[in-house]
């Protein structure tokens, strides 16, 4: 076991975007950003730039649990963020292993359905209630949430999953005059409201969202709190450029 730091260490399990705008390699950026020491295992390979993506060449289920062995088993990470995945199985298989080396782990998923350019990525291929309780909070937009629950009404399809665990439901897919994020505990809402942005349109927003609440929850942040601080450093990472690639 290494010598801890004076940061807590977070790690992503995600995709390598190129641009760095999203997947792993802007997971960690957020994470340094935010005050914590980040490690990232690659999911997946892209060819992409924040406005297509041409490519994704996929890890086995071994390859990823080899990248991941001397990090969980060397070094007292307590947070993890999950993002690219294949499929259910692959997101479940590589929990399981997590968890068979950190029972304590807190998992923050960023459900990946698909690119903004139409790039499939998690396939729903098995009952995600399954997966559901196994993590700490599910972070989907209003169009993932409702691939995820068939339900038309994101804040219903939120309130039904929050059974099954916390979620985060981002709001700027809805047509609210005012961009509210809420959270949602075991059918209790909580709500944060923020300004909307002209230049709002970030490539890896989700991505940088999820790894923002990860990175305070290993601070020690309650959900709640680490909640309110990652919609505040959103409006500063929406603002921070006038492209698609936000700045940290």
């Not at 997946?44 to 289920?61: K, R, Y």
């Amino acid at each position: 076991m290494y010598p801890s730091l004076d940061k807590p260490y977070v790690l992503s399990i995600a995709g390598l975007d190129p641009t760095a705008g999203a997947g792993i390699l802007a997971d960690v950026k957020t994470f340094t950003a935010t005050g914590s020491y980040g490690f990232a295992v690659a999911t997946c390979l892209t060819a992409q730039t924040e406005d297509t993506c041409e490519h994704v060449q996929w890890f086995s289920v071994k390859e990823i649990t080899t990248q991941l062995k001397p990090l969980l088993e060397n070094y007292p990470i307590s947070v993890t963020k999950l993002g690219a995945l294949k499929d259910l199985a692959m997101a479940n298989a590589i929990v399981d292993y997590v968890l068979g080396i950190k029972p304590d782990m807190k998992f923050v998923l960023d459900p990946i359905l698909s690119t903004t350019s139409g790039k499939e990525f998690m396939k729903l291929n098995a009952d995600i209630k399954t997966l559901l309780s196994k993590i700490y909070v599910l972070t989907p937009n209003y169009p993932e949430i409702q691939m995820l629950t068939d339900d038309q009404n994101p804040l219903e399809a939120a309130m039904i999953l929050s059974m099954h665990t916390n979620v985060y439901l981002k709001g700027g897919h809805s047509n609210e005059e005012v961009l509210v994020d809420r959270l949602f505990v075991q059918g209790v809402m909580t709500e944060f409201p923020k300004e909307r942005h002209a230049n709002s349109k970030k490539h890896g927003s989700g991505c940088v969202l999820s790894s923002t609440i990860a990175s305070y929850l290993a601070q020690g942040n309650t959900l709640a709190g680490a909640s309110e601080k990652a919609s505040k450093y959103m409006c500063g990472f929406f603002s921070s450029s006038e492209t698609k690639l936000g700045i940290h």
